[in-house]
């Protein structure tokens, strides 16, 4: 197995898909979509593009769907949700598709949307990810950052060293025989620092910072829990994930 680290959608080659690709997006995208899953909802529909969310959820009958929208943080107007997983209990979402379209973490999903194994990370499901990695041995994977509007995160780049340190743990491979490009090595160093702390990484990213001014403190302490989720978000159609 082959691992790529690219920080950004806008950073990630184009052409040929990997045969395995994991988009993250801590802050809270993925972290949201694994929330909604693991809480029984029926599927998580990802769109770029509002109008198209609107257009494409009208279709679903109304008591099955949930409408959840960010743009700088905030919820979309007229929009059940916005992107806190802490809104989404098994109350509300079981059983029904959540339609999502956020600033970032939705064009890193389609950014490798062509990938034929394509999954959703978080730091709060990263076990269930790395477990598939573990049986599924793809020959190589690329983990996609989302970012902030095309500049780094910490916090995709710590959740992507957290899964190759977990690769690294559970296999003989030597860091150099994993890592296909030097981001790799630099996630693992910036987890391996952090990894007791993974709140305060949070607190002094940018993103993180920015949620803080929004009163999302609570947001920010669930998305920096480990393994705390056992489900894997994998692409099913075009930018449906079960
Ligand atoms: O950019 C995104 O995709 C979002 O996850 C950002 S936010 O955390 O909802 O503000």
């Given at each position: 197995?082959?691992?790529?680290?690219?920080?950004?959608?806008?950073?990630?080659?184009?052409?040929?898909?990997?045969?395995?690709?994991?988009?993250?997006?801590?802050?809270?995208?993925?972290?949201?979509?694994?929330?909604?899953?693991?809480?029984?909802?029926?599927?998580?529909?990802?769109?770029?593009?509002?109008?198209?969310?609107?257009?494409?959820?009208?279709?679903?009958?109304?008591?099955?769907?949930?409408?959840?929208?960010?743009?700088?943080?905030?919820?979309?107007?007229?929009?059940?949700?916005?992107?806190?997983?802490?809104?989404?209990?098994?109350?509300?979402?079981?059983?029904?598709?959540?339609?999502?379209?956020?600033?970032?973490?939705?064009?890193?999903?389609?950014?490798?949307?062509?990938?034929?194994?394509?999954?959703?990370?978080?730091?709060?499901?990263?076990?269930?990810?790395?477990?598939?990695?573990?049986?599924?041995?793809?020959?190589?994977?690329?983990?996609v950052g989302s970012g902030w509007e095309g500049s780094f995160s910490?916090?995709?780049?710590?959740?992507?060293?957290?899964?190759?340190?977990?690769?690294?743990?559970?296999?003989?491979?030597?860091?150099?025989?994993?890592?296909?490009?030097?981001?790799?090595?630099?996630?693992i160093a910036l987890y391996s620092q952090w990894q007791d702390n993974l709140l305060g990484l949070l607190h002094q990213a940018?993103?993180?910072?920015?949620?803080?001014?929004?009163?999302?403190?609570?947001?920010?302490?669930?998305?920096?829990?480990?393994?705390?989720?056992?489900?894997?978000?994998?692409?099913?159609?075009?930018?449906?994930?079960?």
């Amino acid at each position: 197995m082959k691992l790529f680290v690219y920080h950004t959608p806008e950073l990630t080659p184009t052409g040929k898909a990997p045969e395995c690709a994991i988009a993250v997006d801590v802050l809270r995208a993925t972290s949201t979509i694994a929330t909604v899953l693991a809480a029984g909802g029926e599927a998580v529909q990802v769109f770029s593009d509002l109008d198209q969310l609107i257009e494409v959820s009208e279709k679903w009958p109304s008591e099955k769907r949930l409408r959840a929208g960010e743009r700088g943080g905030a919820k979309v107007a007229g929009f059940e949700l916005g992107n806190s997983p802490l809104d989404c209990t098994p109350e509300l979402v079981e059983g029904r598709r959540l339609f999502i379209s956020t600033t970032n973490g939705t064009r890193a999903l389609q950014r490798v949307q062509d990938s034929p194994n394509l999954l959703a990370a978080a730091l709060i499901n990263r076990a269930a990810v790395v477990q598939f990695l573990l049986e599924k041995q793809p020959e190589t994977v690329w983990i996609v950052g989302s970012g902030w509007e095309g500049s780094f995160s910490l916090e995709d780049t710590v959740c992507a060293g957290a899964i190759a340190h977990s690769l690294l743990q559970q296999t003989t491979l030597s860091p150099e025989e994993l890592a296909g490009n030097d981001e790799v090595i630099s996630a693992i160093a910036l987890y391996s620092q952090w990894q007791d702390n993974l709140l305060g990484l949070l607190h002094q990213a940018s993103h993180g910072q920015r949620l803080l001014r929004l009163d999302c403190h609570e947001d920010l302490k669930y998305c920096s829990q480990t393994d705390i989720l056992d489900v894997l978000p994998i692409q099913h159609e075009t930018g449906v994930l079960k």
